[in-house]
Nanobody, 119 residues
C-alpha cells in the first residue's frame, strides 16, 4: 500500500519559515519524481515545485528564491523548505509522487498539510 504522509505545516507569521516533510512508503522512492502542490482557500490546486529522480528541480515563479525542495532517498522523504513566507502562501500543501513506467503512469498523493501565514 502506497502512503505519502506530510508533516510540518502550521501557523507562521509573514517573513517566517517552515519546513514540510513527506515520508513515502510502498514505492521505490528513488525512481519517482516528487513534487509539492498547494491549494489556496477557494482556489484550484497548483504546482509549487518538483524534483526529479535525478535531483533536477523546478519552481513556480512565485516561490523562486524563497522555497527549496530536496530529497533524501535513504529516508524515502522529500522536503520543502519555505522561507520569507507571505500571506498568499497560505494553502493546503500536498506531496505528490509521479513515475512513468514503460506503459503506465503511477501518481500518488498525500493527504495534505495546512500552512497558514498570518500575523
Amino acid at each position: 500500500q502506497v502512503q505519502l504522509v506530510e508533516s510540518g505545516g502550521g501557523l507562521v507569521q509573514p517573513g517566517g519559515s517552515l519546513r514540510l516533510s513527506c515520508a513515502a512508503s510502498g514505492i521505490t522512492f528513488s525512481s519517482y519524481g516528487m513534487g509539492w502542490f498547494r491549494q489556496p482557500p477557494g482556489k484550484q490546486r497548483e504546482l509549487v515545485t518538483t524534483i526529479s529522480s535525478g535531483g533536477l528541480t523546478n519552481y513556480v515563479d512565485s516561490v523562486k528564491g524563497r522555497f527549496t525542495i530536496s530529497r533524501d532517498n535513504a529516508k524515502n522523504t522529500v522536503y520543502l523548505q519555505m522561507n520569507s513566507l507571505k500571506p498568499e502562501d497560505t494553502a493546503v500543501y500536498f506531496c505528490n509522487a509521479d513515475y512513468w513506467g514503460s506503459s503506465s503512469r503511477y501518481v500518488y498523493w498525500g493527504q495534505g498539510t495546512q500552512v497558514t501565514v498570518s500575523s
